[in-house]
């Protein structure tokens, strides 16, 4: 639900300076590293994926990098400590005859 508002804000402060700058085609990305302490409920060694539980009750799953190691050590019910990023993309332009 935090992601969701943090993303939801992400978005309207990327279309509002956006159309404050004026511009005919203005592409704005935004991002933030998020920091949880979850519960693991699953592991998927084979696809590197991570399943957590928040906090709140909030069940997120995650590809992991192949930077971390000792994954194979990780098990449901482990606390973690899980830092990711949160981003956003935007383009705003006048749309194509196609679009």
Not at 1 to 8: D, E, G, Q, S, V
Not at 65 to 68: A, E, S
Not at 89 to 95: F, G, L, M, N, T
């Given at each position: 639900?935090?992601?969701?508002?943090?993303?939801?804000m992400m978005m309207v402060v990327t279309l509002t300076?956006?159309?404050m700058a004026g511009v005919a085609s203005a592409v704005r990305e935004i991002w933030q590293v998020v920091s949880v302490t979850a519960e693991v409920q699953k592991v998927d060694l084979e696809k590197r994926e991570l399943t957590i539980k928040d906090q709140q009750g909030n069940v997120s799953s995650f590809t992991v990098?192949?930077?971390?190691e000792r994954l194979n050590e990780v098990k449901a019910g482990d606390k973690i400590k899980v830092d990711y990023y949160v981003s956003l993309?935007?383009?705003?332009?006048?749309?194509t005859a196609e679009e």
């Open positions: 639900m935090k992601a969701k508002r943090i993303l939801n300076i956006g159309l990098d192949k930077q971390v993309a935007s383009e705003i332009r006048e749309p």
